[in-house]
């Protein structure tokens, strides 16, 4: 999807929007205006996502409407891709929608030029918040976003196929060697028709839980690494023995197998990542049954995990309506119903209010089980993550792939990426 | 393989090959005629295979496209994916995104067949002062790429009140905004004879008459071919529309494509693919109907008789 023209418009818009915003500053009125069921106001609210989304949004918003005559929502939708761009150019142009659904690796972007409104000013009920949750939509003391529900990193398997080959279920209390014995087992039975799962220190947020297993904080709060060049050369010679191995699946294979994964493609036993894709492989791969269990851990008390907020609300600086905004996003976070509309389809509801109003079943009830099961392990979520950070990520998993590929040494890996890393941060130091 | 290598005995009483040119060079032109149709086939569906794997795919269920599966037909045949496509995204129905799209490409071709033949005319037969100067600015509009201009511009339309309404998409079609087809258009008046306006204008005929009459007349194929490309152009535009369009409803085709795949939960690759099968028919019949124009206008030289 990411081609030449995609990403010049990226820059271009980028690098506009910057020189505009330094001229916007700060100019917000103190005092939101309010309507009455006569003559109510009206609030822009927008989001990304596809048909499902749009029609349980919309019967959210007509719940609202009906409970607050005072208040009309107008919302608005587009893809994902398309949705930060137009965003970029709204907030170039000073208009952007007064409450927006928003993705965490955007938040420090926008806070940071003043964009999005300190909701820490204007009521919202966030007691039924789990308080490690909270400071993933907080810079520098401030709220700029609200949690609308959480995802957990996890491993998910196939129990059909493991039975199939006569390996045992995990029971998710392992160590990193007991997890590749396991992805060996599988690999060396598979044959080569199933592999084990695809390389997970390609992976930057299970590099992330394992930097924090070890009590190393991934970006320190000025923004810098907050890891060493040997951490990561640990961490991508883990795997040093199974590449090439049919424990992982090959690179070449990973690729042709796009834009599906090889494990939604029944190439794969299991998978390293976030809980809340439980329906996008259950309907990939046809399976009638996938399973999660925690993450692998050298400390079995401190399995790094945390609750990431799979998205979350904010509004914007310059909204004429603060309080209307705050109300309705009080109601999107906090409402039983409006927890029964979406089930998980925001990911499990991060208010307890809405997760308890909200019943589960199927596909639903095995995530919202996980992460109920990982709550004793669970610390404080990190902050936002760093601006440009999906650049980020998107190069860690390019360089660990070219690893893979044998185009690059774990050392030479390490230094390509370090040097993105330093690079980029300065760039926006 | 032995048969090739042993040599061809010529049987008694029968003159030499090369006696005999005419049939010779017959057989080779034949068979060089032969190697040339292969491999301009071959190519063809090197060149047409994603266009044949889009159409089978439109028929597979979603989850049997890409992944493992290979094949190019499947056995489950249906057509739910199109029944899906048209069944519309978040209470829209298909035909209005359909509609919308066939509104903003039938306004760019109006404005600007309108707007650039006129500037064109007055670029290649009017003499003004600074027209060199004008023409060059307009030549360099060409050169500055789209994404300098994507913020003021929309800033501009934000402070008018514009944002969405079709005017942002529009209004530069009816300027003469797009340079290429004023280019286009001056460079295929510049070879009509200048004597065809000297007549006229004996006659008495001012600029009015002498383009509409004259000139318009005569450039038939630039305008089809210009109608051809900002229909198309119109139709795949994606980033305008985004930027400028804020109600779903609003919305052309391209935009609501991409409403099917949505990365953060399951993508229906099958409904996008049969829209985009749907979103293709408009374009490809468009292109049929006015196709041959485009020929005759290459091969009249935009003269006739």
């Not at chain 1, 990542?273 to 996938?290: E, P, R, V």
């Not at chain 2, 048209?86 to 490409?105: C, E, K, P, R």
């Not at chain 2, 930027?243 to 609501?256: E, G, H, S």
Request: glycine share 8%; hydrophobic share 45%.
């Amino acid at each position: 999807m990411i081609n030449r023209r995609h990403f010049l418009t990226t820059v271009a818009i980028g690098t506009a929007s910057a020189a505009a915003l330094a001229a916007c500053g700060n100019g917000g009125s103190s005092s939101g205006q309010t309507g009455s069921a006569e003559k109510p106001v009206t609030i822009n609210y927008t989001w990304w996502g596809n048909d499902d989304r749009a029609e349980r949004t919309r019967k959210a918003i007509a719940l609202f409407e009906s409970k607050n005559p005072d208040i009309k929502v107008n919302g608005n939708f587009t893809d994902f891709a398309g949705y930060w761009q137009k965003r970029a150019t709204e907030a170039a142009g000073g208009g952007l929608p007064d409450v927006m659904q928003w993705d965490l690796s955007y938040l420090r972007d926008y806070g940071q030029r003043n964009q999005l409104l300190d909701l820490g000013t204007v009521k919202i009920d966030t007691s039924a918040f789990e308080k490690s949750l909270l400071p993933s939509g907080q810079i520098k003391g401030k709220t700029y976003g609200i949690p609308t529900s959480t995802n957990a990193f996890a491993v998910y398997y196939d129990p059909a196929k493991l039975a199939s080959l006569g390996i045992a279920e995990p029971t998710g209390k392992w160590t990193w060697s007991e997890f590749q014995s396991f992805l060996k087992e599988v690999g060396d039975k598979g044959n080569g028709t199933l592999f084990g799962s695809t390389d997970f220190t390609g992976v930057w947020w299970q590099f992330n839980i394992w930097l924090r297993q070890k009590n190393i904080q991934a970006f320190t709060s000025a923004g810098k690494l907050g890891f060493s060049k040997d951490d990561l050369k640990t961490w991508w010679n883990l795997n040093s023995k199974l590449r090439g191995t049919q424990a992982l699946v090959p690179e070449d294979r990973v690729t042709q197998l796009k834009p599906k994964s090889p494990f939604g493609s029944n190439v794969s036993a299991a998978e390293v990542t976030w809980d809340n894709f439980m329906a996008g492989y259950l309907a990939d791969s046809g399976a009638k049954q996938l399973k999660l269990v925690p993450v692998p851990s050298d400390d079995p008390n401190n399995l790094g995990l945390f609750l990431k907020p799979s998205m979350l609300m904010v509004a914007s600086a310059k909204t004429k309506f603060k309080d209307a905004a705050a109300r309705f996003i009080d109601f999107m976070v906090n409402d039983p119903e409006v927890g029964q509309i979406f089930k998980t389809s925001r990911g499990v509801p991060a208010s307890k209010t809405q997760r308890d109003g909200t019943t589960f079943d199927g596909a639903d009830k095995l995530v919202v089980d996980y992460e109920k099961s990982i709550e004793q392990y669970l610390k404080d979520a990190p902050e936002p993550p760093i601006v440009g950070f999906g650049t980020l990520e998107a190069s860690f998993g390019r360089i660990a792939s070219d690893l893979n590929y044998g185009k690059l040494t774990v050392d030479g890996a390490v230094d390509a990426w370090f040097k993105e890393a330093e690079d980029l941060i300065k760039q926006n130091a | 393989m032995t048969t090739t290598a042993t040599p061809v005995q010529p049987a008694p009483g029968a003159t030499a090959p090369a006696h005999n040119p005419k049939s010779e060079s017959t057989t080779a032109k034949r068979a060089k005629s032969t190697i040339f149709h292969a491999a301009a086939l071959l190519l063809t569906c090197v060149v047409l295979y994603p266009a044949l794997w889009m159409i089978a795919s439109a028929f597979k269920p979603n989850s049997e496209i890409g992944g493992q599966n290979t094949s190019l037909w499947s056995s489950n045949f249906s057509f739910d994916n199109f029944a899906t496509a048209m069944d519309g995204i978040g209470g829209v129905s298909t035909l209005q995104f359909f509609t919308n799209s066939l509104i903003l490409a039938i306004g760019a071709v109006v404005g600007t067949i309108l707007s650039a033949s006129v500037s064109a005319y007055a670029f290649a037969r009017i003499k003004f002062p600074g027209r060199s100067v004008f023409f060059g600015m307009m030549i360099a509009t060409l050169l500055l790429p789209f994404h300098v201009v994507i913020i003021p511009q929309y800033i501009i339309f934000q402070q008018l009140g514009l944002v969405d309404t079709y005017v942002p998409l529009l209004i530069g079609k009816f300027l003469a905004g797009d340079a290429f087809f004023v280019f286009l258009m001056v460079q295929f008046m510049r070879n009509l004879p200048a004597e065809l306006d000297e007549a006229a204008r004996i006659d008495g005929a001012g600029h009015v008459r002498i383009f509409t009459s004259i000139m318009l007349p005569l450039m038939k194929p630039a305008l089809i071919s210009t109608s051809i490309f900002s229909f198309i152009w119109s139709w795949n535009d994606f980033l305008g529309p985004l930027l400028y369009l804020n109600t779903p409803d609003k919305y052309p085709l391209p935009l609501a494509l991409r409403l099917f795949v949505d990365q953060t939960q399951s993508s229906d690759y099958g409904a996008m693919i049969a829209m985009s099968v749907l979103a293709l028919l408009p374009v490809l019949i468009f292109f049929l109907i006015f196709q041959r124009y485009i020929v005759e206008g290459v091969s009249t030289q935009g003269l006739k008789g």
